[in-house]
């Protein structure tokens, strides 16, 4: 399972540790490298551009430094 943390970009990997494929000596499993990809809706009306607006206003974004704890995939 992966958690998209909040603040997730378009092309952000995630890398999920002993998640992959078995290793061809059987020893172990590799990891699973995950690329985020992301859809923003179009076609939008008036209203829910006002939404968008006062969510932003609501919830700032944070600085990137605080999401640095997600790297490296679920645990």
Do not use: C
């Amino acid at each position: 399972m992966l958690v998209v943390p909040p603040g997730t970009t378009g092309g952000q990997v995630f890398r999920l540790r002993g998640q992959g494929l078995p290793r061809l000596t059987g020893e172990s499993t590799g990891d699973l490298y995950v690329t985020a990809r992301l859809e923003v809706p179009t076609g939008l009306d008036s209203r829910t551009h006002e939404l968008v607006r006062e969510l932003a206003r609501l919830m700032p974004s944070r600085r990137r430094s605080a999401l640095e704890r997600y790297r490296g995939g679920a645990e």
